[in-house]
């Protein structure tokens, strides 16, 4: 090698004196600051044992370019006790190979001696780390991440490092690594990679439990510990719970409202911000951070009784709502309502409504579950009280008797400064049937010209006096000339009242004006009868000719004889017992239910009896008729004025059927009468009798024998039953007299 070195060099000197040009081989044809000297290690770690041995390669560089035939200079640096040798004598250029190798043994000391390599040219140097290890002494552990989110996917990376000594990197050792938990948390580590260098590291996944965790490297006797905090992840779940769940509606009262703020795994967060919410009226203090994921606020009671939901919020995660029920005070006003004011005690199924008392308190809120009772002083019928919870309890009112009357509702709960219950009440009104009518005109006078007019006003009243609403009444005058608003008809409003204009006077003097409502007629005219008296009535068309002496010019037809009934129907009672010792007898319709012998039956054409029943009606007919003969020969008692023949000519000698209608109208009232006049009955008992043979001899009425009564002896006579036989100008006399 020397050889062939000095064989260039002079061939170069040669050329040089020859040519006279000075020539510079490719290893200088860089500057200094160009070179750079490389020492790479065969092995960077070797034991201090003394005989492990590495190999040292030099190269040397010109950038990035090897240079060839360079002179270099080995050396080993000693760090400490710790050094090294060269193994056999190192090389002292390049060569044509541009790099140099020397082999290198290990000291037994452990330290880090450097081998250096000189370029001679240059004098730039290259270094290499020879770390002799001796047994490992010193163990270290250190975290990537020393906190990790407990989703149970984060990560972190433990490295732990074995040193000897001197502070030399243990590559040999084997490091293991353990973890512990504070409360329960658990993490996953993975293998445990040896680096080369003294480190070894293993990999870490966090739990879904937060927690702190500690990380533990070992080393035979060698431990090094770290700590890992594993933290709750984002908010995604809230609870909410109240300290109490009433309050009273005083505006005073509190208490304390919680919410606990948790991630997907239900680790609690602890450092969030936490707003409380509710859809009613209590109020709330500021949030306060308790620690460990609970917040808490003090809620406040309004005045107003209801129930409310809570509600927490962070971010964009609301809690469940939490029921907040704030109650009422103590009872302290009572009000009582009726569905309608009025009621009909003639409906049918009967009139009812409803009563509602409503208790509150102070503040105005109901109050429910108090002992309410609701009352009447009345002949109304209560239903028993029902308590609806909402501070409103009912009673059905079904109606008695006509007549005003309080419904009154208490509260046992509640009472006045001096003790006593304090009730509420409200006026009800039950309508009876129409019993009055009262008619009155405004104006009264007016003149003559079809365009005036006044204004009739009828109220229909109960025994009571309260106006009957919805009654129709019609209006109608004597002269039949007078013009009636709505064709004389009319409605009762609330009050019982009717109105209609009366126009179409055309002629001076009074004129008379009655109305008909429910039955009941009032002013009617006094000489509407008399003129249809004196009308000639010609024969009926259904009828055989009646002959004259069988003819009665004071026959009223249909309408006269249900007028008059109306009329005086309803007075008779009263005028019995007021004429009773007059001797006079008012004669009602006939009636198909005698109370004192049981249902009649009318015999118009009808036939024979059938066998076992009483012929009543027979009887009736000769009571009502009497003798006709003798009133065909007394034409004049018609105008008689006596009180004797006008009753007993009115009424004819009476029977037995006309006593009992006496008695079925009038009651006991007459019963004196009855034994008074028996003597009387006896004799005409006998006369029905010869009739009702008279009749059984005659048979049943045949299909082409005209209409009547049968056994009369006068074909087309009028039905005994069908009409009331006393005239009703005369009735309209005696009631003239009365007034």
């Known amino acids: 090698m020397f050889a062939r070195k000095w064989l260039i060099l002079g061939l170069a000197l040669l050329a040089a004196i020859a040519g006279g040009v000075k020539v510079v081989s490719q290893a200088f044809a860089s500057t200094a600051s160009q070179i750079t000297v490389q020492v790479t290690l065969s092995r960077a770690f070797v034991p201090a044992d003394g005989h492990t041995s590495l190999t040292a390669t030099v190269s040397v560089l010109a950038g990035s370019t090897t240079q060839a035939f360079r002179q270099i200079e080995w050396g080993i640096l000693a760090s400490g006790p710790a050094s090294a040798t060269f193994q056999g004598t190192p090389p002292t250029d390049t060569g044509l190979f541009d790099s140099a190798s020397a082999t290198v043994v290990a000291g037994t000391s452990p330290g880090k001696p450097q081998i250096v390599v000189t370029d001679e040219q240059t004098g730039q140097t290259g270094t290499a780390i020879i770390n002799q290890y001796g047994t490992s002494s010193h163990l270290t552990i250190a975290l990537s991440q020393p906190t990790v989110t407990a989703d149970g996917k984060s990560t972190s990376v433990a490295t732990a490092t074995a040193t000897d000594s001197a502070g030399v990197g243990v590559p040999v050792d084997a490091v293991s690594f353990s973890s512990a938990s504070d409360s329960g948390g658990s993490v996953k580590i993975g293998a445990v990679t040896n680096h080369g260098d003294g480190t070894y590291s293993a990999t870490i996944t966090a739990g879904t439990k937060a927690d702190n965790e500690t990380i533990t490297a070992t080393d035979r006797t060698m431990t090094a510990s770290a700590a890992l905090a594993e933290i709750p992840g984002p908010a995604a779940t809230m609870t909410m719970s109240l300290g109490a769940a009433t309050l009273p509606s005083d505006g005073a009262s509190t208490t304390t409202a919680s919410a606990t703020v948790s991630d997907a795994f239900g680790n609690r967060r602890a450092s969030d911000t936490v707003a409380f919410h509710t859809d009613g009226h209590v109020t709330f203090g500021p949030t306060v951070n308790q620690g460990g994921g609970l917040y808490t606020a003090t809620v406040k009671a309004s005045t107003v009784a209801d129930v409310e939901h809570l509600t927490a919020v962070d971010g964009t995660v609301t809690s469940p709502a939490a029921t907040l029920t704030v109650t009422p005070g103590p009872a302290a006003n009572l009000t009582l309502s009726l569905g309608k004011s009025t009621l009909t005690t003639t409906a049918n199924p009967a009139d009812s409504t409803t009563a509602t008392a409503t208790v509150t308190d102070v503040h105005g809120n109901a109050v429910p579950h108090d002992p309410v009772a609701i009352t009447t002083n009345g002949h109304a019928q209560m239903g028993s009280v029902v308590d609806h919870g909402d501070g409103t309890y009912t009673a059905t ?9 309080t419904i009154t509702a208490a509260d046992a709960a509640l009472k006045n400064a001096d003790g006593s219950l304090k009730a509420a009440a409200a006026p009800l009104t039950e309508i009876g049937p129409p019993a009055q009518l009262t008619l009155t005109l405004n104006p009264t006078h007016i003149h003559v010209d079809p365009s005036n007019y006044a204004i009739a006003t009828v109220t229909v009243s109960d025994v009571a006096g309260d106006g009957v609403p919805g009654v129709t009444v019609t209006f109608g005058s004597d002269s039949g000339v007078l013009n ?7 409605t009762t409003d609330a009050n019982g009242q009717a109105h209609v204009q009366v126009s179409g006077v055309t002629n001076a003097g009074p004129q008379t004006i009655y109305v008909t409502a429910a039955n009941k007629t009032t002013n009617l005219p006094r000489h509407r009868h008399r003129e249809r008296r004196r009308r000639k009535r010609g024969p009926r068309p259904d009828r055989h000719p009646r002959p004259r002496r069988h003819q009665r010019r004071h026959r009223p037809d249909e309408r ?10 309803p007075l008779l009672e009263d005028r019995a ?8 007898r008012l004669v009602p319709p006939h009636r198909d239910h005698d109370p004192h012998r049981g249902p009649r039956r009318r015999h118009h054409g009808d036939g024979v009896p059938e066998p076992g029943e009483r012929d009543r009606g027979w009887h009736v007919h000769r009571a009502v008729h009497g003798d006709r003969r003798r009133r065909q020969r007394q034409p004049d008692r018609r105008r008689a004025r006596d009180h004797e023949q006008h009753r007993r000519h009115r009424h004819g000698r009476g029977g037995r059927g006309l006593l009992d209608r006496h008695l079925h109208l009038d009651g006991d009232g007459l019963e004196d009468r009855r034994l008074r006049h028996r003597h009387r009955h006896r004799r005409h008992r006998r006369g029905a009798r010869d009739l009702r043979d008279g009749h059984a001899q005659a048979g049943p009425r045949r299909s082409d024998q005209p209409l009547g009564h049968p056994g009369c002896g006068q074909p087309g006579r009028r039905r005994a039953l069908d009409h009331h036989p006393h005239r009703p100008h005369r009735g309209r006399e005696r009631e003239r007299r009365l007034r």
């Open 397 to 405: 009112v079904t109606a008695g008797a006509p007549g005003p009357e």
């Open 484 to 490: 009636f608003s709505n064709n004389g008809t009319g």
């Open 560 to 569: 006269q004889r249900r007028r008059h009934l109306h009329l005086h129907g």
């Open 577 to 584: 017992a007021r004429d009773a010792d007059r001797g006079r």
